[in-house]
Nanobody
Framework: QVQLQESGPGLVKPSQTLSLTCTVS??????????WSWIRQPPGKGLEWMGV???????YYNPSLKSRTSISRDTSKNQFSLQLSSVTPEDTAVYYC????????????WGQGTQVTVSS
C-alpha cells in the first residue's frame, strides 16, 4: 500500500512562506503516469486542489494560487514539497498530499493531513 505523510511546521507567520514535505513510501513518485497533488481544506470549507507534480516532473497549479505556489520534488528521497508564499490567516487549513495513479483526477491514496495555522 502506498503511504504518504506530510511534515512541516504547524504554525507560520503572516507574510512568510509555508513549506511542507510529503514523504512517499510503497511507490515511486516517478513511476508511470503518477501525479502527486497538494490539497487543502480550510476550517468549515471544502477541499481545494492546489497543484500537482507529475511523474515526469512537470507542475500544474490552481490558477487562484499559482502566483504564490511552488511544488518541487527530491527523487532521491521520494519526496515532494509545497511552498506557499505570502501567507495570510486565510491560508489556515489542513494540508494533504495525495496520489493520482494515472493522472485521471481520481485520487487513490491520501496522507493523513497536517494542520497549518497562519498566525502571528
Amino acid at each position: 500500500q502506498v503511504q504518504l505523510q506530510e511534515s512541516g511546521p504547524g504554525l507560520v507567520k503572516p507574510s512568510q512562506t509555508l513549506s511542507l514535505t510529503c514523504t512517499v513510501s510503497g511507490g515511486s513518485i516517478t513511476t508511470g503516469l503518477s501525479a502527486w497533488s497538494w490539497i487543502r481544506q480550510p476550517p468549515g470549507k471544502g477541499l481545494e486542489w492546489m497543484g500537482v507534480i507529475v511523474s515526469a516532473g512537470s507542475t500544474y497549479y490552481n490558477p487562484s494560487l499559482k502566483s504564490r505556489t511552488s511544488i518541487s520534488r527530491d527523487t532521491s528521497k521520494n519526496q515532494f514539497s509545497l511552498q506557499l508564499s505570502s501567507v495570510t490567516p486565510e491560508d489556515t487549513a489542513v494540508y494533504y498530499c495525495a496520489r493520482d495513479p494515472s493522472w485521471t483526477t481520481t485520487i487513490d491514496y491520501w496522507g493523513q493531513g497536517t494542520q497549518v495555522t497562519v498566525s502571528s
